[in-house]
Nanobody, 120 residues
Framework: QVQLVESGGGLVQAGGSLSLSCAAS????????MGWYRQAPGKQRELVAAVTSNGNTNYADSVKGRFTISRDNAKNTVWLQMNSLKTEDTAVYYC??????????????WGQGTQVTVSS
């Protein structure tokens, strides 16, 4: 079982910055995908940014150039630095990891979500 603890988020004015972190712990062989997703009211959950174990990153077009995802494999932690925030970035942000088990196979794990609110 893998547990995810998210921190960060909050309220910020448009143009400001916030940072999110997510630490994974538990019994697992390795973590492959680590990513941040978000869900705004009335909308589907969407990928914001993701990073693989070898450092390859993927960003939603709407956040490219503003958000930066990074991870520390030794600490099983992923961060999301959000700059130049816009009101449309307001959402609940969720951390997701894909962990490989010692006994084979892999599973998806989600954090509890953290609210990010950007005011105009």
């Amino acid at each position: 079982q893998v547990q995810l603890v998210e921190s960060g988020g909050g309220l910020v004015q448009a143009g400001g910055s916030l940072s999110l972190s997510c630490a994974a712990s538990g019994t697992m062989f390795s973590i492959n995908h680590m990513g941040w997703y978000r869900q705004a009211p009335g909308k589907q959950r969407e990928l914001v940014a993701a990073v693989t174990s070898n450092g390859n990153t993927n960003y939603a077009d709407s956040v490219k150039g503003r958000f930066t995802i990074s991870r520390d494999n030794a600490k099983n932690t992923v961060w999301l630095q959000m700059n130049s925030l816009k009101t449309e970035d307001t959402a609940v942000y969720y951390c997701k990891v894909v962990a490989t088990h010692w006994y084979g196979g892999s599973s998806d794990y989600w954090g509890q979500g953290t609210q990010v609110t950007v005011s105009s």
